[in-house]
């Protein structure tokens, strides 16, 4: 079954948006994010990522359907909390571009898929003169216990593609859990590459 990489922009970004908020709702409810979807919030999420004019959408689609996504942003056009935390630690805001997710349907993985985002959003980035790529990660420890079975962290991925947390570098994001009442507040953790 082939997989049709496209970048998307502008009005093509915004009409797969029930699409995009369907696949984060999906990928996001397994760990390590064990978020509890709300499209609601998802289209106001996605609404605001598609209000920076430079926000691209590299979309994976089999058979004409949206299977992946990754989003991408300059980070001073996008979320001011994540701005500020980057501002507050020195770094030239207008000189990073933000990864926001990379969703992928799991009968899609182990294809090469996740590298193909990173390539066409790196691309994006590089167009713009930004000079470095971020993004940020749910923060759990270690011992969680919800841990699945046979559950691969990402670290080994990210680091292969010259990314690296930066220490201290975090946010606090707030998402309701499966099987907790509310919402709770997660620390986030930034990576950071050079492009």
């Known amino acids: 079954m082939g997989v049709e990489i496209r970048q998307l922009r ?4 915004r009409a797969e948006m029930d699409a995009m908020a369907f696949l984060r709702i999906v990928v996001f409810e397994d ?9 609601d919030f998802e289209r106001e999420y996605l609404t605001e990522f598609a209000r920076s004019p430079n926000a691209v959408l590299i979309g994976a689609y089999a058979s004409g359907r949206l299977v992946g996504a990754g989003t991408a942003a300059p980070l001073a056009e996008y979320k001011p909390g994540f701005c500020r935390a980057f501002a507050d630690r020195g770094f030239d805001i207008g000189t990073i571009f933000y990864f926001g997710e990379s969703v992928l349907l799991p009968e899609y993985r182990g294809r090469g898929i996740g590298h193909r985002f990173f390539d066409a959003r790196e691309a994006a980035a590089r ?9 940020c990660a749910v923060d759990r420890t270690r011992s969680d216990v919800r841990v699945p079975a046979g559950y691969r962290p ?8 010259g990314y690296e947390p930066v220490p201290g570098l975090t946010v606090e994001m707030g998402w309701e859990e499966h099987g907790m009442d509310g919402v709770i507040d997660h620390t986030m953790q930034f990576w950071l590459g050079n492009l």
């Open 10 to 13: 502008g009005g093509e970004l």
């Open 31 to 39: 760990y390590p994010y064990l978020y509890v979807g709300d499209l």
């Open 127 to 135: 167009d713009t003169s930004a000079r470095q790529a971020t993004f």
């Open 154 to 161: 990402l670290d080994p991925f990210w680091r292969a593609r």
